[in-house]
């Protein structure tokens, strides 16, 4: 099997001075191969820099951040965040409105697991009356140390989950 060399182009300084136009004016032969290499000239690199170093490289440049758990990486539209998106507008119309979610032994609380755990159970009033909240603690794995957990259960469910 022969592999084609995909194309690299080395635009000058006046075809690369509006870079959409460029890559549109190579886009018929590039796109036969479904991808290309294009170095920028020098002077583009030159001017990158200088524009970089003036507006990034000074005490007022700010950005904003993201903080994304890793551990909802993988899994964007689980059950539980489509669980949480229609649980949040459940809450809108209670007159709740949620900023953060409640934590509960240093993670925050996956109300989809808890609400089918309950509801396994028989419920709200059945885990309650037969005292399956350690249960439920285990099934979410909060830790036995958590000792505030099955009172924090109950409460998170009664507030958030209960109509």
């Known amino acids: 099997m022969d592999l084609l060399q995909v194309p690299c182009y080395y635009p000058s300084w006046e075809e690369f001075n509006d870079p959409i136009n460029y890559i549109k004016s190579i886009e018929p032969e ?3 191969f479904g991808l290309c290499r294009i170095v920028p000239p020098i002077e583009f690199k030159q001017h990158v820099l200088k524009h970089f170093q003036s507006s990034v490289l000074n005490d007022s440049f700010r950005f904003k951040t993201k903080l994304q758990n890793i551990h909802q990486l993988r899994h964007r539209h689980s059950p539980s965040e489509l669980f949480r998106t229609r649980l949040k507008l459940f809450l809108a119309i209670k007159g709740i409105n949620i900023k953060f979610w409640p ?7 996956d109300f989809y697991k808890l609400f089918q755990s309950v509801i396994s159970r028989g ?17 979410l794995n909060i830790s036995q140390d958590c000792t505030s957990a099955n009172y924090s259960l109950s409460r998170h469910y009664q507030v958030y989950l209960l109509d």
């Open 103 to 109: 934590r509960l032994d240093g993670k925050e609380l």
């Open 123 to 139: 419920g709200y009033t059945q885990v309650t009356k037969n005292r399956k909240w350690r249960e439920v603690a285990r099934e």
């Open 30 to 32: 590039a796109e036969k």
